[in-house]
């Protein structure tokens, strides 16, 4: 009893962070129909802001709470930054082009971002690029033991805690803000057609800018979460992190925010069943074996629609 427990704990510490990454492939396909590739690569851009962040606050700040706060504030603002950037400069001018020409090029951005972070390139003390090696990301939140039940059987840690009080409220503010705010109901004017919505006034490419903004600071946050969790941080995270995610927003019907939420929970916790259960290696074949179950028996995802479309 104990030891499930512990892997529900477990698995739903780890469901957060891929919901928080997959709610930034879920909104930005609801408004561009685009599998926007390059987000899990955002999310080790965020890390890595993070971790010069932690390097330059010092000793000092490290495990306090404005020390974390504005390692998370500052990742998450900078990141926000870098996906407008990304979407003016290289989706924006291929949005009337066909869907094939801008996948190809998320694709493009992704290699761009894992590879190119594996430069290392310094300007006198000052390291631009971090090169290829793992890095310890620094302890912004010691851990800390918080309940031990049955004699150590279940053991729930700090970091457990703030990484889901922190993936809730960033979601609860996210479902908040698109369906409770005029900026959210633009936004799902512009999922439903953008042409028509621009007609009616409302300003597409700030929405759609907005949109990518959004879904990069999940994603930077969902990154700070994850090294803090994993501790060892390097420039390939963000392709299976990303992958994961991807699939976790189909699982629950891409383009459906509850959904994605769902999803990434349902397959942290398989994840965690997985390896409690049976060997570690299976781990990521499970996430692929799910979403090929999906597509097989439920293609629209389990909270998605099927949609017949005109030919």
Known sequence: MYEFIQHVINGLAAGTIYALVALGYTMVYGVLKLINFAHGDVMMVGVYIGYAVAFLLGREYLGTVSGALLVFAISMAACAAFGFFVERFAYRPLRDKPRLTALITAIGISFALSYGFQLDFSVGDVTLLP?????????????????????????????????????????????????????????????????????????????????????????????????????????????????????????GGIGNLPGAVVGAL??????????????????????????????????????GRAQAEKV
């Open 266 to 303: 349902l397959l942290g916790l398989c994840e965690e069943f997985i390896v409690g259960y049976t060997a570690s290696s299976w781990r990521d074949a499970v996430a692929f074996g799910f979403l090929i179950a999906v597509l097989l028996f439920r293609p629209e995802g389990l909270f």
């Open 131 to 251: 090169g290829a090696a793992s890095r310890r990301f620094p302890s912004i939140i010691p851990p800390r033991e918080w309940l031990v039940l049955g004699d150590a059987d279940v053991i729930i840690w700090n970091w457990q805690v703030l990484s889901f009080a922190i993936a809730v409220g960033l979601m609860g503010a996210l479902q908040y803000l698109v369906f409770r705010t005029r900026f959210g109901k633009a936004m799902r004017a512009v999922s439903h057609d953008h042409r028509v919505a621009g007609l009616l006034g409302i300003p597409v490419d700030t929405i759609i800018a907005g949109t990518f903004m959004l879904g990069s600071a999940l994603a930077a946050g969902a990154g700070i979460l994850y090294a803090i969790k994993d501790k060892s941080i390097q420039p390939l995270m963000g392709v299976m992190v990303g992958l994961k995610a991807f699939v976790a927003a189909v699982i």
